[in-house]
């Protein structure tokens, strides 16, 4: 065999991928660990309910702020000492949760700086870890980011199972040993992002800008797509527990673990599925066909009489939505190949922001209509609609081409 092949071999980017997973369950940890303990936060530390609700705000509007931060700077900082950087504030917010709220006159600002320190990890991971992949040599790639994505979805899945099951046997008073032992996690990855082989997207100085991505009528279809598939996922997510509860008459506390486990599980099955057969499946068809399932699952939620329908309706778009996030970055990247840093980051907070408004929409109209769940459920089957219509547009380009 030549030097010219072996070449490639001397970099060990398989290391590269083990560190993105962990990446993904850290990101999913800092998601998840914490809204376990809002009621938790309330009892001990006399936190109002008003109070709590900010906490998920303050950490999704701090992932919005690094998603500017990195289309503007990731790439004079560099790959490297961002994403390292990423772990170490995943791993001091969540072990802050243990230490800091005692150690302030007032717990709730404890637990807020906490938040928004892990929340900076999130947000860096959810703009880095996407690109570094992309970067790397790997065959069928889009497969591939697929099943990096499912990671997220299985580490959600873990943190909610291990941390109830951590709960029932050593009793929830014991919460701070939990959130030190999450943050080992993070923690042992610094060193596998510390030696792992990264490489850049593109030629230093050579990526596109951020005017002239919104200069690239490409680049607005793909900001489509990525909102709407932060919607279409989060939008039905948000109200899985609500779901749970009224198919199968499950307490509340139960139905928010078995709602919000079931769509992840489906979820990270679909990312699967796809990771694995990728190569033999188009991506822009299989998000199709994923696109037209969700509106289904949004319709058979919305529109059936039956409960237990409309649970299935629930899980079953944690499936559809699998490929979308994922997919989209697969998409645009062989398309923009010089978008660089600013495109992934760019996607990202369209994708968060689709996270926002879906939610808000659903929640705005359901209120609107009498606490009519349903119909507020029926307003959101518009934003699979409107992906699969702008999928179809990419297609049509694309056959002109």
Known sequence: MSDEKQMPEKKNYRQTLIACYLGFITQAITAN??????????????????????????????????????????????????????????????????????????????????V????????????LVSPIVEACPFDNKDAVMSLLHSFYCWGSVGVILLSTLFFAVFGIAHWKILACAW?????YNIYNFSVCPIERLT???????IGG????????????????????????????????EAALGFPKTVGDLVGPCLFAVTMGISRVIYGKMGGKIELSRFMVGSGCLCLLCYL????????????????????????????????????????????????AMSGDLGGAFGPSLVGFVTQQAGDRLQTGMLVGSVFPLILIVALLLLRRHESKK
């Open 203 to 209: 030629e230093e100085g050579k990526g596109m800008t």
């Open 33 to 114: 660990f914490a809204p376990l303990l809002f009621l938790k936060f309330h009892a001990d530390y006399g936190i109002s309910l008003g109070q709590i609700a900010l906490i998920p705000t303050a950490f999704f509007l701090t992932q919005l702020l690094v998603d500017l931060f990195c289309a503007r700077f990731v790439d004079a900082i560099g790959y490297r000492r961002s994403v390292v950087a990423s772990e170490i504030t995943s791993a001091l917010g969540l072990a802050g949760l243990a230490l800091l709220p005692d150690m302030l006159p007032d717990p709730f600002v404890g637990v807020m700086i906490c």
């Open 300 to 347: 058979l939620a919305s529109l059936s009489t039956q409960p237990i329908l409309g649970l299935v309706g629930c899980v079953l778009c944690g499936f559809s939505v699998g490929i979308m996030w994922p997919g989209t970055i697969s998409l645009i990247s062989p398309r923009l190949p010089q978008g660089g840093t600013a495109m992934f980051a760019l996607l």
């Open 116 to 127: 928004v320190i892990y929340a900076v990890g999130s947000g860096l991971i959810e703009v």
């Open 213 to 244: 991505l919104f200069n690239t009528p490409l680049f607005w279809l793909a900001i489509i797509l990525m909102i709407c598939a932060g919607a279409s996922e989060l939008s039905m997510a948000q109200w899985a527990s609500a779901y749970t």
């Open 183 to 187: 943050a080992l996690i993070p923690l």
